[in-house]
């Protein structure tokens, strides 16, 4: 009865050492023969690359012209940041900026000329079996860099009560990237954004730590989930490059096709094209409340009584007069005295009673007016404001 638990324990002892040799024959009757191929793991399928602002640039297409043609320049990585992982050291973010504007670019359907590796088109034009002078010259090219990565301090909290509890941790690094817009034949700027954002990271978890007996049980459950820093950048760019094109085309071309940037991943607000959208609102709502007014003021004048239609002409009317005199009306009479109506007049004129001759001549003055003005009635000559005259 005494070595009862001696035998138990080298039981115990003799079951974990036949179980521990099982279980290392079957990993080795799992590797295989180096004559013989591995069999590759297979992962997620591939799919193509969707941003959230790709509908938004595919809005585009048809609304730019066709005879004006883009080209992708240097966009560098000029945070000066590297990693090292896995004894190897590399960059913290991506050196593709520059196909990534151009794949946008061409996802926009502009005309695009392809700048990124000059190399093939110099070499047969060096061998001379390509004529330099048919390659065709690009308007606009688009420039820029990646120019800060920051490290913002992150929060977290590890609390364990009974040697079991949670835990959470997160941190946050902002990336901020410049772009411009650059005519070709004048190196003028013709358009520029400045974009940043926040990549957030963050890990929690539970753990528990027991003693049975005489023996340490610790047990840690966890999840880490972290923003892809590349991608990111790929939507920062590509919501760049639409903002880009948005400066140099109206804003009543691009309102349709900025309503479809979903709000929670993009946001412009103090952008050359946002000012210039907010200032299109306005005019459209300005004019969408004159509307009303204008429509009551011509249906009054279409109401009005024919009696005013067959007044007497004896002094010309507002409606006779030409272009030049009515643009002077806007301006202030520097005498500040003002002219009188033409009830006033109509008035003044009915108070006295001119002689024959004098009749006679106010008669005479009265058909050289009438026939000067009728010279230069808007209704039988052409505005000036017209569109053949202004062009």
């Known amino acids: 009865m005494l070595n009862f638990p001696l035998n138990r324990r080298k039981i115990s002892s003799v079951t974990v050492l036949i179980l521990f040799s099982q279980l290392m024959s079957g990993c080795t009757g799992m590797a295989v023969s180096n004559k013989k191929p591995v069999s590759l793991v297979q992962g997620p399928p591939i799919t193509d690359i969707?941003?959230?602002?790709?509908?938004?640039?595919?809005?585009?297409?048809g609304q730019l012209r066709s005879d004006v043609s883009f080209s992708v320049g240097a966009i560098l990585d000029q945070t000066g940041k590297d990693v090292v992982t896995n004894g190897g050291s590399g960059k913290m973010v991506t050196q593709g900026a520059g196909d990534m504007v151009q794949s946008a670019l061409f996802q926009a359907g502009v005309s695009?000329?392809?700048?990124?590796?000059?190399?093939i088109i110099e070499s047969e034009a060096k061998w001379g079996i390509?004529?330099?002078?048919?390659?065709?010259?690009?308007?606009?090219?688009?420039?820029?860099?990646?120019?800060?990565?920051?490290?913002i301090p992150g929060s977290g909290v590890d609390m364990q009560i009974g040697g079991v509890g949670p835990n959470y941790s997160q941190t946050r690094i902002m990336v901020g990237l410049d772009l411009s817009l650059t005519d070709t034949r004048s190196s003028k700027v013709v358009a520029n954004v400045s974009l940043q954002k926040q990549i957030a990271a963050q890990d929690y978890g539970l753990s528990a730590g027991r003693f049975a007996g005489h023996t340490l049980l610790n047990i840690?459950?966890?999840?880490?989930?972290?923003?892809a820093t590349n991608f990111a950048l790929r939507q920062m760019l590509n919501l760049a490059t639409f903002e880009l094109l948005s400066q140099v085309v109206p804003p009543a071309t691009f309102e349709s096709c900025r309503a479809q940037i979903p709000p929670e991943f993009g946001?412009?607000?103090?952008?050359?094209?946002?000012?210039?959208?907010?200032?299109?609102?306005q005019s459209q709502q300005q004019s969408s409340a004159n509307l009303p007014s204008t429509v009551l003021e011509s249906?009054?004048?279409?109401?009005?009584?024919?009696?005013e239609k067959n007044k007497a002409t004896d002094l010309p009317s507002k409606d006779t007069q030409p272009p030049k005199k009515k643009e002077s009306e806007l301006i202030e009479n520097p005498e500040g005295e003002s002219e009188p109506s033409k009830q006033d007049l109509i008035k003044?004129?009915?108070?006295?009673?001119?002689?024959?001759?004098?009749?006679?001549?106010?008669e005479e003055k009265d058909n050289e007016k009438t026939s000067m003005l009728?010279?230069?009635?808007?209704?039988?000559?052409?505005?000036?404001?017209?569109?053949?005259?202004r062009d």
């Open 374 to 389: 009728w010279d230069v009635n808007p209704e039988m000559v052409e505005n000036y404001w017209s569109s053949t005259q």
């Open 130 to 151: 390509r004529d330099p002078r048919q390659i065709q010259a690009s308007d606009y090219y688009v420039t820029g860099s990646i120019n800060s990565l920051d490290f």
């Open 50 to 61: 969707f941003t959230p602002f790709d509908m938004a640039l595919s809005c585009l297409k």
């Open 267 to 281: 946001q412009l607000s103090l952008t050359r094209s946002s000012v210039a959208l907010y200032k299109y609102k």
């Open 348 to 362: 003044y004129i009915s108070m006295k009673k001119p002689s024959s001759f004098l009749k006679k001549m106010n």
């Open 220 to 227: 840690q459950v966890g999840k880490g989930e972290r923003e």
């Open 299 to 307: 249906s009054s004048h279409k109401t009005s009584s024919p009696n």
């Open 112 to 119: 695009l000329l392809n700048r990124r590796d000059p190399r």
